[in-house]
């Protein structure tokens, strides 16, 4: 697995950790599972891109 892949993966965890649906997250709303995601997105777009 590349680093590239691994960061992947956890960021993906994150972004369904801060999901407003959990209980401990509720309160939070959709500012970190939205800011989570754009990172997944560039991170994906990195790695397809071979930058990462």
């Known amino acids: 697995m590349t680093l590239g ?3 992947l993966i956890i ?3 994150i972004l369904l ?4 649906t959990w209980p401990h997250s509720r309160s ?3 500012g ?3 800011i ?3 990172v997944v997105v ?3 777009v990195l ?3 071979g930058r990462l």
């Open 32 to 34: 970190p599972s939205g």
């Open 17 to 20: 950790g801060a999901l407003p």
């Open 28 to 30: 939070w709303g959709y």
């Open 11 to 13: 960021l993906i965890l």
């Open 36 to 38: 989570a995601g754009v």
């Open 47 to 49: 790695i397809l891109l």
């Open 5 to 7: 892949t691994i960061l």
């Open 42 to 44: 560039i991170l994906l």
